[in-house]
């Protein structure tokens, strides 16, 4: 099993609807991390927790909330999807203690028509 | 100006040739920075990271840093089809934060 589980992989829906994006670890880092990837943009971070009481805006957070529900558990949530949400989510991990370094879940498409 | 910069290419690169990747930033206080390699669709992975000026080698790849300059390249020796991937380059924040770049395409033609 993946150290990092993102779910749904894929999911597809309509412009007003709630969506949320799940992410699990089991890495045991203290760090949590949601990112968007679109295309010749890179990635871009939307929110990050380093605690389970610690939530901090990213670069593009307007439009997204997040949870952490755990120190194992962080989700995002799009209160009303809009198209211009379509893109690739990734959470990720990574240990205070450490080079740094981020480890990614396998990434969740989501599609707003 | 973006927090770091990279050629989108796609680099071309002939089997067994060497790939060379650049990447500029412009936070000086920049200490650590990363190459992640990523192929379509799939999640991003690690290659290297450096945070001491000079080179990092690691089998066909060698990470470069330069501070004075403000880049850091990744050269790819023997370049092999699978090698063919999109090559992330990425700082750490003063808050062990990372920022990427929009990455650099590589094709590896036989």
């Known amino acids: 099993d993946a150290d990092v589980t993102q779910t749904p992989r894929n999911r597809i829906t309509k412009t007003g609807k709630r969506i949320m994006l799940e992410c699990s670890q089991t890495k045991g880092h203290d760090r949590m991390y949601w990112y968007r990837q679109d295309p010749g943009l890179g990635l871009r971070l939307i929110y990050y927790s380093f605690d389970v009481k610690d939530i901090n805006k990213g670069e593009i957070s307007d439009g997204y909330s997040v949870s952490r529900q755990a120190q194992a558990k962080f989700s995002l949530s799009l209160e009303s999807a809009i198209p211009n949400q379509t893109a690739l989510y990734f959470c990720?991990?990574?240990?205070?203690?450490?080079?740094?370094?981020?480890?990614f879940g396998e990434g969740s498409r989501l599609t707003v028509l | 100006q973006k927090e770091v910069e990279q050629n989108s290419g796609p680099l071309s690169v002939p089997e067994g040739a060497i790939a060379s990747l650049n990447c500029t930033y412009s936070d000086r206080g920049s200490q650590s920075f990363f190459w992640y390699r990523q192929y379509s669709g799939k999640s991003p992975e690690l290659i290297m990271f450096?945070?001491?000026?000079g080179d990092k080698e690691d089998g066909r790849f060698t990470a470069q840093l330069n501070k004075a300059s403000q880049y850091v390249s990744l050269l790819i020796r023997d370049s092999q089809p699978s090698d063919s991937a999109t090559y992330l380059c990425a700082r750490a924040d003063s808050w062990g934060k990372l920022q990427f770049g929009a990455g650099t395409q590589v094709v590896v033609t036989p």
């Open positions: 450096i945070y001491s000026n």
């Open positions: 990720a991990t990574s240990d205070w203690s450490s080079t740094g370094e981020l480890f």
